[in-house]
């Protein structure tokens, strides 16, 4: 399995909903990245796990709290958004941090 | 932090003409640049990077360029297609002080490439 997938691939929220976004890849890769893209713009980094420990938090808001349950999973968990978080959630993975980075298909978030 | 900056917004070409994308970047410790190309409603997919020890490298009709010393780096497509019509976003990985990679990377604000057959 050469490939990085996510679910759901759309969702929408209530701005009192709790849902998680699932990123799995079974690649053997030990980092795993969380990216947020508004349309029309690049990725934005969000977390960063390294062997399966949270290593870079891009001063998320903690509305958004990020689990790593083991080398291949990767989940997010969202609570209490706001209107202005909607946009493609984008996992990635890569055999280390050092390596080149591999995007799954996103979760489109559309919080009402 | 790393700042990354990429241009044209937008590329206009015949199909079968060349098309460069350039991209500037400002921390000189970056040493990892890779190029994705987004297609409407798609994942960013890898199409071709380089590392900061090699000037050049090339893959069929695409090719990067390197020039560390001006701090920027450079796409370019040959005898383009209509398929190769998309978003292309150049990035940089940053390196921490202890002269590591994090994994970072800093996109550029990406190029909408449009192929006229």
């Known amino acids: 399995d050469t490939e990085v997938t996510q679910t759901p691939k759309h969702l929408v929220m209530g701005m009192t909903n709790k849902k998680s976004l699932k990123c799995e890849q079974h690649m053997g890769h030990r980092a795993m990245y969380w990216y947020k893209q508004k349309a029309k713009k690049p990725p934005e980094l969000m977390f960063v796990y390294s062997y399966e420990k949270l290593s870079i938090n891009e001063s998320v808001p903690s509305r958004f709290s990020p689990e790593c349950p083991n080398s291949s999973l990767l989940n997010l968990h969202l609570h209490a958004l706001q209107p202005e978080d909607s946009a493609l959630y984008l996992c990635?993975?890569?055999?280390?941090?050092?390596?080149?980075?591999?995007f799954g298909p996103g979760t489109r978030l559309t919080v009402t | 932090g790393e700042n990354v900056e990429q241009h044209p917004s937008t590329l206009s070409v015949q199909e079968g003409d060349s098309a460069v994308i350039k991209c500037t970047y400002s921390?000189?410790?970056?040493?990892?640049f890779p190029w994705y190309k987004q297609e409407l409603g798609k994942r960013p997919q890898l199409i071709i990077d380089i590392r900061s020890n090699v000037g050049e490298k090339k893959d069929q009709r695409i090719a990067v360029t390197l020039n560390k010393t001006a701090k920027h780096f450079s796409l370019h497509i040959t005898e383009t297609q209509p398929e190769d019509s998309a978003v292309y976003f150049c990035a940089a990985r940053e390196i921490n002080a202890g002269g590591t990679s994090y994994g970072k990377l800093t996109f550029g604000q990406g190029t909408i490439l449009t192929v006229h057959p």
């Open positions: 990635a993975s890569s055999h280390q941090e050092r390596y080149e980075q591999y």
């Open positions: 921390d000189s410790a970056s040493n990892y």
